[in-house]
């Protein structure tokens, strides 16, 4: 017999039990919609993350006191801390890869405004920060090179401080007091949105660092951290090599001795936070995949019940004329379309599915080629391993004993 | 030896099935030949061997000993593959009990055999409507078969048996399930059959009023041909 004519004999088959081919492969259809609905949740949290860190920059590095892989050594972060102003003046003046810099402290503070008040994180920074970050100012100024030398006492909000202290007033130019010391307000920062569960980027007061050294901290020779922009992505690692040379000779650190900072590199952040949503995607696939294969043997479940209910039907084409082989390849074919096309509607169904997850819960998805084709071949390849044994047990039966069984 | 008007020769046929630790002689040395154009009666009671017979005839079973040829080929010795293209070309089967495909038309069941031979799509929808009228069914060609009468079903099988032109139809008990009149009507059909298009035929039954329309008559007692008549 034919491919074409195999399939035409199979296909009417199903559609004389139209009922019973939707359930079985309804078990595929499920199966494979979830894995591409599953796979593509992962993919978008993949991306998100991804398009999050290339908006932060990925010429960001960052100077930490104390090395990372050492922590323990530091009892608390905070503590110990050896960063200065100096150094950030060091690198500026002497790295030629880097751009702008920032020296960081950061603390917690009560603010208050009129009746209201609200406990907020309190950032120390440069005057180039909301460049080396990507910032915007929504409305007024940030802080100029003056105001961080003299340490004014001038803020700018982040918009969930604006939204929590000032409802719908105007700021700008009014006083708000951090730990009782009257700020001025000469700007707020655009709204960023939700990080992604770390902390709330838009919860914060941004202030010349030189000032939150002296008036909210009381430590004027230190800062917590640096933050640096290179020139350009290309030049990250020359300028990161720059760094820790400068800082090298800063600390007076002997050759060979260990480094008592730590420079991270933004896109190694990145890669790392990618790896681990790729590590989701595949623990969501896996799962999925688990119902695939219970689809499959679904299939082989109900292709056995199809036999013995089919055996008279066996015994007749066998009496007209169908070898073992024919009989054979019906019922595979049978298992095949209905997996395949099981496949094709899951396909659907999980792209329907992953568009409806990311208009209703907001997250990205991304339904990729890939997971289709897989999906696809996988759905396939069930068929033709669940289906074999059920076919092969229709094609061993005996013509005559088939065609008198009740 | 076969003259070629010899459709069939059976020589020394046996056929034993071994049930535990006995011995069963379904057949025993049967020797008989049937000639193009012959219409047979094989009659006898239950369990005379007479559905064994049909069975062997019909390349659904090998005998256990002996040789049978058809048309001249050595059937007995062919393997399951070959058998069932003799199935297919070469013989066409009637049920006692129809054995059409369910939830089918009758033009579907029809069609079915040339589904295992090399036949267009085209051709073959050609090829069943010609069967089917010439069993009288036009004009009930996509009536499914439980929309038919068993009458009409019966009919259906004929036409299916026909489809593929083949040398030899066997007819298993065909009116077994009908009621006189409707018996009577299919038995005409294949005498009609086998003094027009000159087909060979043979009939198995025990109602020996049905059996009266064949030229020769056969009785199988035990697995052995006790008797045999002409007309």
Redesign the interface.
């Known amino acids: 017999?034919k491919i074409a004519?195999i399939i035409q004999?199979s296909i009417?088959a199903l559609s004389?039990n139209k009922m019973r081919s939707f359930l079985t492969a309804l078990g595929i259809i499920i199966g494979v919609g979830a894995v591409i609905a599953m796979v593509s949740i992962g993919q978008g949290a993949k991306r998100a993350v991804e398009d999050r860190f290339n908006s932060m920059g990925t010429n960001l590095l960052f100077i930490h006191a104390g090395s990372l892989s050492f922590r323990g050594r530091h009892g608390g972060g905070g503590t110990y801390q050896n960063l200065t102003p100096g150094d950030a003046e060091a690198i500026q003046e002497r790295a030629d890869a880097v751009q702008y810099i920032s020296p960081n402290v950061s603390t917690r503070a009560q603010t208050i405004y009129g009746n209201k008040n609200w406990n907020t994180s309190i950032q120390g920074v440069g005057a180039k920060y909301t460049e080396i970050r990507n910032w915007e100012i929504e409305e007024g100024i940030f802080f100029d090179e003056n105001m961080v030398k003299s340490g004014q006492k001038v803020c700018v909000l982040g918009s969930e401080v604006k939204n929590n202290l000032f409802e719908g007033e105007y700021p700008i130019g009014k006083i708000i007091r951090i730990k009782k010391i009257p700020f001025r307000i000469i700007g707020v920062l655009r709204s960023k949105g939700e990080s992604g569960g770390w902390f709330n980027r838009d919860d914060m007061i941004v202030i010349p660092y030189t000032t939150a050294q002296r008036r909210l901290i009381g430590m004027t020779d230190r800062v917590q951290s640096i933050d640096v922009s290179a020139v350009s992505t290309a030049r990250t690692n020359e300028a990161l090599e720059q760094i820790e040379e400068i800082l090298r000779i800063q600390h007076k650190i002997a050759p060979g001795a260990e480094d008592d900072f730590h420079v991270s590199n933004m896109s190694e952040i990145a890669e790392g936070a990618a790896e681990s949503t790729q590590i989701l995607t595949i623990l969501l696939g896996g799962i999925a995949s688990v119902s695939l294969l219970v689809g499959g043997i679904g299939i082989m479940n109900i292709m056995l019940v199809s036999v013995t209910e089919r055996i008279?039907?066996i015994?007749?084409?066998?009496?007209?004329?169908?070898?073992?082989?024919?009989i054979l390849l019906q019922f595979l074919t049978e298992a095949i379309v209905l997996s395949v096309l099981g496949g094709i509607i899951g396909i659907g169904v999980g792209v329907a599915t992953s568009r409806l997850i990311s208009h209703f819960a907001g997250w990205k998805t991304l339904v990729s080629v890939g997971a289709i084709a897989l999906a696809f071949l996988f759905s396939g390849s069930v068929g033709i391993f669940f289906g074999f044994y059920p076919a092969r047990k229709a094609s061993k039966l005996d013509?005559?004993e088939a065609?008198r069984y009740e | 030896m076969d003259n070629n008007n010899t459709l069939i020769r059976l020589e020394n046929l046996k056929k034993i099935y071994e049930v535990g630790e006995t011995k069963v002689n379904a057949l025993w040395d049967i020797s008989y030949t049937v000639k193009e154009g012959d219409l047979l009666a094989i009659m006898g009671p239950s369990g005379s061997g007479k559905s064994t017979l049909m069975?062997i005839v019909?390349c659904?079973?090998k005998p256990t000993e002996g040789k049978y040829f058809l048309e001249g080929e050595e059937v007995s010795k062919l393997d399951?593959?070959k058998l069932?293209?003799i199935?297919?070309?070469k013989i066409g089967?009637v049920?006692q009990i129809f054995?059409?495909?369910?939830?089918?038309t009758a033009l579907?069941n029809t069609e079915?055999?040339l589904?295992?031979?090399n036949v267009s799509g085209k051709k073959r929808k050609e090829r069943a409507l010609e069967a089917l009228s010439l069993v009288g069914l036009e004009g009930r060609e996509l009536h499914r078969t439980n929309q038919l009468s068993g009458g009409e079903q019966q009919r259906v099988a004929i036409a299916?048996s026909l489809v593929?032109n083949p040398s030899l139809l066997l007819a298993d008990e065909p009116t077994g399930n009908l009621d006189t009149k409707t018996g009577a009507e299919i038995i005409d059909i294949f005498k009609n059959l086998n003094e027009e298009k000159n087909i060979t035929i043979i009939l198995v039954t025990h109602e020996s009023e049905i059996a009266r329309v064949a030229q020769r008559r056969i009785y199988l007692r035990d697995g052995q041909i006790v008797k045999e008549e002409h007309s």
């Open positions: 017999m004519r004999v009417r004389r008279r039907e015994g007749i084409r066998m009496s007209v004329g169908a070898r073992e082989k024919d013509p005559i065609l | 069975n019909g659904l079973d399951k593959n069932a293209r199935r297919n070309k089967f049920f054995n059409l495909l369910s939830r089918t579907e079915l055999p589904l295992y031979s299916r593929n």
